[in-house]
């Protein structure tokens, strides 16, 4: 497919479906520079009148490669357009949560929300910036509202983690064990589970656990670095 796009540029310098299909490939294949290349080509073109789906595409490589204020420049300009669009409104959302400025991103997951209350994701991203912001009541909120849809495990690790940052450590210690049960290869809930045992003055129990992992999986690098430090 690049090959071919390629010698349509050869031909036609500025053939916006080569261009456009060379942005799709790259991006597909995470090349989040190259399509953004050949998507601000498309967008220099013709910035008036560009597809707002090129703006979206734009803000999406700036929020690929962490460039969050030139993708919210972007996203503005999509829902300048279209004041509902879901790609732009949940780019908004992500750009100001890269940024760590959580209320902004509320507004933008809250506006999804309007037009799609039961979009489980979205609950999720909404409980975790509301969890950030320790308005914790609002966030459980959100992730229950998530969990009533369907399963979420960021949902449920976002329940146990506010647990933990209350201090109800023999909860947050139940929730992690039950989530480990369903996903015994997650490391992060290892990690999660170490730190409540820890905390809560378990630290035998906290080494035991990351050494059982280790006997599983003695490449993972996050819980070597954390079963040191228990150690010390």
Not at 32 to 42: E, P, S, V
Not at 220 to 227: A, E, G, P, S, V
Request: hydrophobic share 40%; with cysteine.
């Amino acid at each position: 497919s690049k090959e071919l796009y390629l010698k349509v540029l050869e031909m036609e310098e500025n053939n916006a479906y080569a261009l456009i299909g060379l942005g799709h490939l790259s991006y597909d294949f995470k090349e989040f520079k190259d399509a953004l290349f050949y998507w601000t080509k498309i967008y220099e073109l013709n910035e008036d009148n560009v597809d707002i789906r090129v703006l979206t595409s734009l803000g999406n490589c700036h929020r690929k490669l962490k460039t969050f204020e030139k993708g919210i420049y972007f996203f503005d300009k999509a829902l300048a357009r279209d004041p509902k669009n879901f790609y732009a409104l949940f780019g908004m959302a992500d750009c100001y949560r890269g940024l760590n400025k959580q209320q902004v991103s509320i507004e933008y997951w809250n506006k999804i929300l309007e037009i799609d209350p039961h979009n489980k994701v979205i609950l999720t991203r909404a409980g975790d910036a509301y969890r950030t912001l320790k308005k914790y009541d609002l966030a459980v909120e959100s992730y229950n509202k998530a969990l009533e849809i369907d399963f979420d495990i960021y949902a449920a690790i976002g329940l146990a983690l506010i647990c933990k940052e209350k201090g109800n450590f023999d909860e947050a210690i139940l929730r992690f064990k039950n989530l480990i049960k369903d996903d015994p290869r997650n490391s992060r809930l290892y990690v999660d589970l170490a730190e409540c045992y820890n905390l809560a003055g378990k630290k035998p129990e906290a080494i035991s656990l990351l050494e059982n992992f280790i006997q599983k999986d003695g490449r993972n690098i996050q819980i070597k670095t954390y079963l040191d430090n228990l150690k010390k």
